[in-house]
């Protein structure tokens, strides 16, 4: 599962970063004092910092909390700051329900996750 989410959003940092382009411009036309352009892009470096850390994570503990940590992280920024950029909300929704897996990985496979740093020590 986690190697899914971690291809999912590496897939979807263009186009949440695309988005978010066209929202900043937008933004900067209007003359209005939002930034949500910002926010959106800030949303998907964390999802595909998060993502990468996903991939390579395996059976490691602490690098899964810490793709969780990032993937929560962004969709704070993401639903803080949504302003006009209304796509914004899905992607910080689905960046959190990206969270509650892996979190619910965490506690579904614990068993593997300690035997596996038993085996390090």
Not at 38 to 64: P, Y
């Amino acid at each position: 599962m986690k190697k899914v989410i971690g291809i999912i959003s590496i897939v979807l940092f263009a186009i949440i970063t695309f988005q978010s382009c066209a929202a900043g411009v937008a933004n900067a036309l209007e003359n209005s004092n939002s930034v949500s352009g910002t926010a959106g892009f800030m949303l998907a470096l964390c999802m595909l910092i998060g993502g990468i850390i996903a991939l390579v994570s395996k059976l490691n503990k602490g690098i899964t909390i810490t793709s969780l940590v990032f993937y929560a992280l962004g969709g704070v920024v993401g639903i803080a700051n949504i302003g006009k950029f209304a796509d914004l909300k899905i992607w910080s929704i689905l960046s959190f329900i990206f969270a509650a897996l892996l979190l619910l990985d965490l506690i579904k496979n614990k068993a593997k996750y300690n035997n596996k740093e038993v085996k390090a020590k």
